[in-house]
């Protein structure tokens, strides 16, 4: 946070502030229990907590539940962006299509990006419109499908278990309802499967 600082102080200084588009987010949700002077990491820093919490939102980092994945992002370009709260979903594989092609790139073929062009959404050109949104677990040990409203978070296993929850009436995830609804259930494993066997399928080169 504090080199985003400097960064942002060198535009300043250079008047490129409000010619520069800025994008911050988190790569994950917040994880309890960690310390400050984590001998993991090299450095020295001062004793203490350092972890955070994703309340009211259920679920931590490493988790699929939408305290491990739902996380804040700012976007900043004074030249171009009017204030305002996008509150349609945007994952973060949306940002390469989105970067791409406003730097003006247009591949040549199907690069099979995972992602979507959202700038039209962010820039308040275009309606959010309902979309299908998937996740891989910590070792694809587990997986989650956001279709519409509506959520599955599958955990694999000798025992697989099946989550299913309405994100629209039910954000903090503390309602379980797939008994009460099996036929969206299968939908939506169907879903999963069809968007799970084209993960990591994109194109690594770019044009020849």
Not at 55 to 72: D, F, N, T
Not at 142 to 170: C, I, M, P, Q
């Amino acid at each position: 946070d504090d080199s985003i600082g400097k960064i942002l102080a060198a535009l300043e200084r250079t008047g490129k502030r409000d010619e520069t588009l800025v994008v911050f987010f988190s790569d994950n949700g917040a994880i309890p229990n960690v310390r400050n002077d984590d001998p993991k990491y090299p450095g020295t820093y001062p004793a203490g907590r350092a972890g955070g919490s994703t309340l009211p939102l259920r679920g931590r980092k490493a988790q699929l539940y939408e305290g491990g994945i739902r996380v804040p992002a700012l976007v900043h370009w004074p030249a171009r962006l009017k204030p305002g709260v996008l509150e349609a979903p945007v994952h973060v594989i949306d940002w390469m299509p989105s970067l791409c092609r406003l730097a003006g790139y247009r591949p040549a073929r199907n690069l099979k990006w995972d992602g979507q062009d959202v700038w039209p959404l962010i820039s308040g050109g275009e309606s959010p419109k309902p979309r299908t949104l998937y996740w891989a677990g910590v070792g694809f040990r587990s997986a989650a499908l956001r279709h519409g409203d509506w959520k599955l978070v599958v955990h694999e296993g000798a025992d697989e278990k099946v989550e299913l929850f309405d994100l629209a009436r039910d954000p903090n995830e503390q309602n379980e309802l797939s008994e009460e609804h099996p036929d969206r259930v299968a939908e939506l494993k169907r879903l999963l499967a069809e968007t799970a066997a084209a993960d990591r399928d994109a194109v690594a080169t770019g044009d020849p």
